[in-house]
């Protein structure tokens, strides 16, 4: 019995400790950018992304809430937001186009029906 009980709290304290480390960024080094993960509490990934050399937002960035589903997804140029970003919630996609962090348009679209599949 003390065995088992002891296998327990090794096994707990293990899961525990594991969801500690999740909560901390992941750096990767990857050419002449830093790929940057951030986690949730949960050890879900909330956000992935880019940094230059400068430490500069660069590249892709896509967002995620804590059950794993993209809530967004844009891009930056020298820590700039540019282009066309997409903002999902559960009934809307916003499509919004930025030019040097500024917004220039918002194009919304509700949900107004469900998809049904036949399977």
Same mark, same amino acid.
């Given at each position: 019995? +003390?065995?088992? /009980? /002891? $296998?327990?709290? @090794?096994?707990?304290?293990? #899961? $525990?400790?594991?969801?500690? %480390?999740?909560?901390?960024?992941?750096?990767? +080094? *990857?050419?002449? /950018? $830093?790929?940057? #993960?951030?986690?949730?509490?949960?050890?879900? =990934?909330?956000? $992935?992304?880019?940094? %230059?050399?400068?430490? *500069?937002?660069?590249?892709?960035? *896509?967002?995620?809430?804590?059950? &794993?589903?993209? #809530?967004?997804?844009? %891009?930056?140029? %020298?820590?700039?937001? =540019?282009? +066309?970003? @997409?903002?999902?919630?559960?009934?809307? /996609?916003?499509?919004?186009?930025?030019? &040097?962090?500024?917004?220039?348009? =918002?194009? #919304?679209?509700?949900?107004?029906?469900? =998809?049904?599949?036949?399977?």
């Amino acid at each position: 019995m +003390k065995k088992l /009980l /002891l $296998i327990a709290v @090794f096994l707990v304290s293990g #899961t $525990i400790a594991f969801a500690q %480390n999740n909560d901390k960024p992941k750096l990767e +080094k *990857k050419g002449d /950018l $830093i790929e940057a #993960t951030y986690y949730h509490d949960n050890g879900e =990934v909330a956000q $992935i992304g880019f940094f %230059n050399l400068k430490g *500069k937002l660069q590249g892709e960035w *896509k967002s995620f809430d804590a059950n &794993g589903k993209k #809530t967004a997804v844009g %891009n930056y140029e %020298n820590g700039k937001k =540019v282009g +066309k970003w @997409f903002f999902w919630n559960t009934n809307q /996609l916003s499509e919004v186009d930025y030019s &040097g962090s500024k917004v220039k348009n =918002v194009n #919304t679209w509700q949900r107004t029906s469900s =998809v049904v599949s036949n399977k």
